[in-house]
């Protein structure tokens, strides 16, 4: 018996290193999928377009082989169906689709504001696609189609290049990336609120903006300084915040400044009903550039301009939670600050109606910049003669 045991482990071991498993396929036989490209047409039917590499023999110039070249193909299909439009292109492919390496999924404005619940949940069921890809939205001027076979002279395949901008690090100007497990987590907090950052082609691709989604359902767009506010506010932390501001410059002569800071954010609940928040904002800064050659950094204008800043920050976040108040859309956790402090008497439904709106939010900001660019210090003294 014993024997017998073992002989039928030994086969099941073998099966398993042969590999015989029903969805296996050679490498050859497969189409990695890199890119999801999700849409509506006029007629409310879906437009999906896909985009995968494709391996060609490049040649040299005097003839004979050469080393193998990666392009990219991007193929679109139109149907009532999500997946029967995913069916369609497979049918065009001779191999089989794999979305194991998927990396960027971006949706089309048009259906973003109908809502993307049938995106999301194609994506769900979808086993070997991971939780870590990108979502992105592309404006309604553009189409998906239009963004996913745009050749970047920056990166071969534009699937690619979207990871590469999230995974970079110091950028003068960024946008907080938005990945799929995210993008649950989020819609599924007290707010169901989330933001996704946004896409589009200016003879190179450009990410910047968020859409904002309640119930998985683009409501607004936070651009500039609202997105950067927004995105303080929801981590915590930004860095690389730019600024430029007019400061006097002590001859009664305007001059622009500009600086990078890193900023920390820090919200604390002052008071529950009536609702009553702090939000403490501290960084520090670096100048970058000062318009006028001329002018040296002294104390007096640090002091000027970190006043400056002070007060366009506290203004830009005002101005970006009015504007979330506006059409009533919380992505920033309030809520869920007072439920953890009193769950037992915390309605969401009463949040999600009018007690956002009702809410008072204090913002307190302190900038300081530590950095002049300057190869000398400000408090510097001449030693010896």
């Known amino acids: 018996m014993i024997k017998i045991s073992l002989k039928v482990v030994i086969l099941i071991f073998i099966c398993l290193l042969a590999g015989c498993i029903p969805d296996s396929k050679e490498i050859d036989q497969r189409t990695m999928i890199l890119g999801l490209g999700i849409d509506i047409t006029e007629d409310d039917e879906y437009e999906v377009s896909l985009q995968m590499p494709v391996v ?3 040649f040299s110039p005097g003839g004979g082989g ?24 497979e049918a065009r492919t001779p191999t089989v689709l794999f979305f194991g390496h998927l990396k960027t999924v971006v949706i089309g404005e ?41 050749e ?15 995974e970079a690090g110091q950028k003068m100007a960024r946008v907080e990336e938005l990945k799929l497990y995210e993008f649950r987590r989020d819609s599924n907090m007290i707010a169901k609120a989330a933001k996704v950052p946004m896409i589009h082609i200016n003879s190179d691709y450009v990410i910047q903006d968020h859409a904002i989604f309640q119930d998985r359902q683009m ?29 006097d410059s002590g001859s009664n002569t305007m001059i622009d400044v500009s600086l990078r ?101 204090t913002i307190e900001v302190d900038i300081r910049i530590k950095e002049t660019g300057q190869r000398s210090k400000l408090d510097k003294k001449k030693v010896g003669k």
């Open 110 to 150: 048009k259906l973003a504001r109908k809502g993307i619940g049938d995106v999301i949940d194609l994506i769900d069921r979808r086993a070997p696609v991971d939780n870590g890809v990108h979502l992105l939205v592309v404006p309604e001027d553009q189409t998906v189609y239009d963004v996913l076979s745009f």
């Open 56 to 58: 060609t023999p490049q």
């Open 261 to 361: 800071i890193n900023t920390d954010s820090k919200i604390e609940v002052v008071s529950i009903d009536p609702d009553k928040f702090l939000v403490k904002v501290s960084g520090e800064g670096e100048l970058i550039h000062i318009a006028s050659g001329e002018i040296k950094t002294s104390e007096d204008l640090i002091g000027k301009v970190e006043k400056e800043v002070e007060g366009s920050i506290e203004e830009n976040m005002h101005e970006t939670i009015e504007k979330m108040k506006d059409i009533n859309v919380e992505p920033w956790l309030l809520g869920h600050r007072l439920w953890i402090q009193d769950d037992e008497n915390f309605n969401e439904q009463e949040w999600l109606k009018d007690r956002w709106r009702k809410s008072e939010i």
């Open 152 to 166: 970047s002279p920056l990166a071969s395949l534009p699937s690619l290049y979207i990871s590469i901008f999230f």
């Open 219 to 247: 409501i607004d767009v936070l651009k500039g300084k609202q997105s950067s506010m927004s995105s303080l506010l929801k981590e915590e932390k930004l860095d690389n915040l730019n600024y430029t501001v007019e400061v």
């Open 66 to 89: 050469g080393e193998q070249g990666s392009e990219f193909e991007t193929l679109k299909a139109v149907n009532a169906s999500l997946w029967d439009a995913i069916a369609d292109i």
